[in-house]
């Protein structure tokens, strides 16, 4: 699948002649921020190339241009307070930065170079592949397994499929690419058609039309691509259990839905994950049946879109869009002892909400409470033009005024339809971190009753509940056992 969807790409490059998009957000602030934003990423790269993308937008980035290194563009940034970011993710390449408007011209410059003349310098090149190999296996698969479990649950559920690979690559691809390989790629999709210039703040009259004339130096053309399908959902439950020295045990699960922001059952969608399961949010449903009532670990929460690094931030970054997503649930960790009642009480609570739906009192409250929250995701001004970007991508009305009317009509009978329709508590991937793979593996198999243990026990009505969780069946068709060394390590 990932070769038929590049095949379409590579036909399409540089026949349809289409200059740079522009989004345009001006006001009175003394800032100026920007979104340079391409129409590719992790999906892109080809097999036996993983990490190309996330590789060739580092080396724009995080390195030299051709008249400056990388330490002399550092040290002309460092007195404006400003930066040059990148953000890759499967079908977006994001080039972020804000300076006051004193500096624009300053800044400008060293942006402009920084994409437009690229030094591809190889000292450059062993630095950032050095940290990507470094990312990959210390900072994410050793020294982070909330982040693992979900990043792996991805990789999992997107198997053989263009998202089925971390976007910063495997080591093993990351071995195999050169720099000729990040130009080639640079070459095929870095195309005008593929680049939308957005601008917020205090820029002077003309300076948006000026950005864009500089970036018609890119090549012309645009990248046309195969719809991208959606993963097969597996049958029954699919486990993998990673096995790792960890003192928790971490839970992640879910599978593929077909409903993105550009559908029309999102903005009911995402007010179910709302109650259920907001991100960092005392209020919604899983977080008080577990984390409130059985004080079992620290958050539990469920999503409709991807959401990396959770658990550092408390609202997502703009600028992830994708043409697919997933229904996911995040259980951070909870004491080894009590793994298997995690698992099951994810799946216990899910199924109630598949077959019980919401009452009419939550989809008021959560209503109340997204109509405030909304605000808060575009509460900067360089997530207001994210959000903006993203809105093209989806072919959506401006984000806050697009869901809040959505939800406004929303009725109890629409809401509880949307969760019978696409959720559902079986034939989804699970991922478990955890030290005793095998343990896991066969209480899993037994099917043997599990309890939960207390330092202070509940009260009587949830000890009940409880052996009812503890005896929820679970229709498992596969459990495999992944070393941790073996993650993102690819094929050599």
Known sequence: ?????????????????????????????PLVTFRILFRTGAAFDTEGKEGAAALTAAMLSKAGTKDKSYDEIVEALFPMAASVNAQVDKEMTVFV????????EKYYELLR??????????????????EARNYLRIQLRSNNEEELAKEYLFLKVFADHPYGHHTAGTVAALDRLS???????????????NLVIGLAGGYPEGFPERVRDDFMKLPEGATGTDPIALPPSPKKLRIRIIEKDTRGTHVALGFPIPVNRSHNDWPALKLVQSYF???RSSKSYLFQRIREIRGMNY???????????????????????????????????????NGMFALRIALYE????VHNGITEEDLEATRRFLGKFVNLLTQTQSEELGYALDSRFYGIAPFRGYVKNAWAGLTLDDVNAVIRKYLRSTDLDIVIITRDAAAMRNAIRTGRPSTIEYVSPPPQEI????????????????????PAESIFEGES
């Open 113 to 130: 170079s920084m994409l437009l003349e690229p030094g591809w310098r190889e000292d450059d090149f062993r630095r950032l592949k050095d």
């Open 179 to 193: 720099i000729d390989d990040l130009k080639s790629f640079h070459e095929r999709f870095y195309l005008q058609g």
């Open 1 to 29: 699948m990932r070769r038929s969807l590049l095949a379409g790409c590579l036909l399409a490059a540089n026949v349809v002649a289409a200059p740079p998009e522009l989004l345009k957000q001006p006001n009175d602030s």
């Open 277 to 279: 399961g907001q991100h």
């Open 299 to 337: 958050g539990d929460y469920a999503y409709i879109e991807y959401f990396p690094r959770g658990m550092f931030q408390f609202k997502p970054d703009p600028n992830l869009a994708r043409s697919r997503q997933i229904f996911h649930i995040w259980i951070r960790p909870v004491e080894p002892q």
């Open 463 to 482: 000890l009940d509940e409880d052996k009812v969780i503890g005896r929820y069946p679970l229709d498992v068709g596969s459990i495999e056992i992944v």
């Open 350 to 353: 899910l199924n109630k909400l």
């Open 97 to 104: 930065g804000t300076t006051h408007a004193e500096n624009l």
